[in-house]
């Protein structure tokens, strides 16, 4: 499946995580959209553009097992939890329970708004290895306490990799009265996602990693009646409109002014291009993959697996445990000398090389990154083992 991608061949790419890959089917509609949006910007924005972001939203909203009434679009999940950060309204010593295993950009909107509003932003630690979904949810609540308001946390984590047990906290946190909030970045086109059965207060993710959209395009899921407390992270048109849409709640959200949406409405495209190309099967092989390698890479770099090798805690990607004192060293390293693209990612003190497999990757290419170790570790002291 690489025939599709714009992918640079020359490069081996293990790093499908970070930012995704867009097949050529998709990006050409993508352009599509652009030029017929230049072709007559007026026309495009005043009368299209809301018919055509209401099918976007439709299709995504079937894909994601949700309304398409309850989420709109945005660039990416950052912009999307701080709009939410923005409406929560939390007092002084008001506590939003996490992990330690969030991602950076989301762990900085939060500090952010702590010191803004007095609350406090509480990393519960989730020990690696992880041994059972039991302990993560076990670790997890001990984190609670009657200054709990709401609870946040990745459905999987970027550094890490691991699938958390979302729905079963979701349920705990309602029957705490807490708010929800999930951040699902790496989730669909992924691994299997329903928003109404997880039943999430919030949800935000991208389609732009896993999906394979152009980069920029994501969404925000609310719950029905939460969307009238949600304020705009950008007051615009849509607030006070002279001429209401069909909910206060997307008005609000979706009319922004003066913006290129062309992203967002490629995604009937994107689905297409997924249900053509079988992607659930081709998604499949690929998770085999990475469980079919995740212990040999362990043995090479002298570290243990960070969770059970299991398709109940890792999808298509996993972290490595690297012993290096040089992180940053490392991955130019690889890039620069073995033209690998692959993250070497920080958590807490200690760092993962971190592997992704999508449809254009083979077992070889994690055969070059072998390679690359074995000389790296023969050759130089940028790796301890």
Not at 239 to 262: C, I, K, N, W
Request: with cysteine; net charge negative.
């Amino acid at each position: 499946m690489s025939s599709p991608f714009l992918l640079n061949p020359a490069i081996t790419f293990l790093n499908h995580g970070s930012f995704g890959a867009c097949p050529k089917p998709i990006f050409e509609e993508f352009q599509r959209f652009q030029l017929e949006l230049e072709s007559d910007p007026v026309d495009f924005i005043q009368r299209k553009q809301p018919a055509y972001l209401k099918t976007a939203r439709e299709s995504l909203a079937k894909f994601v097992g949700c309304q398409a009434q309850d989420l709109f679009f945005t660039s990416n999940p950052t912009f999307a939890i701080n709009t939410i950060m923005r409406s929560i309204q939390l007092k002084e010593g008001d506590e939003i329970l996490a992990t330690n295993h969030e991602y950076g950009a989301m762990d900085r909107t939060w500090n952010f708004y702590c010191k803004k509003s007095g609350a406090k932003y509480i990393r519960q630690n989730i020990t690696l290895p992880v041994t059972s979904k039991e302990q993560i949810l076990e670790e997890f609540w001990k984190g609670y306490n009657a200054n709990t308001k709401v609870v946040f946390l990745n459905q999987i984590s970027s550094a890490t990799a691991l699938i958390f047990p979302v729905k079963e906290i979701c349920e705990r946190a309602k029957e705490l009265g807490l708010i929800t909030i999930v951040d699902g970045a790496h989730v669909p086109g992924h691994i299997d996602l329903n928003i109404e059965e997880l039943a999430p207060d919030y949800y935000t993710a991208t389609l732009h990693k896993w999906m394979l959209a152009p980069k920029g395009s994501s969404f925000l899921y609310v719950k029905p009646t939460l969307q009238n407390e949600l304020e705009p992270l950008v007051v615009s048109w849509g607030y006070e409109s002279v001429a209401p849409g069909e909910s206060q709640f997307l008005d609000y959200h979706e009319l922004q002014g003066t913006r290129d949406v062309s992203v967002f409405l490629c995604t009937p495209k994107v689905i297409e291009f997924l249900e053509k190309n079988n992607w659930k099967a081709v998604s499949k092989n690929c998770k085999q993959i990475v469980l079919d390698n995740c212990q040999r890479f362990c043995d090479l770099l002298n570290t243990q697996p960070i969770s059970p090798i299991t398709s109940e805690f890792l999808g298509q990607m996993a972290s490595i445990p690297i012993n290096t004192s040089n992180p940053t060293a490392l991955k130019n390293v690889l890039f620069e000398t073995y033209k690998i693209q692959v993250p070497v990612m920080p958590l807490n003190g200690d760092y993962y090389i971190r592997y992704s497999i999508n449809g254009y990757n083979t077992q070889e290419d994690l055969d070059v990154l072998y390679k690359a170790l074995e000389d790296i570790i023969k050759t130089t002291d940028l790796i301890q083992v």
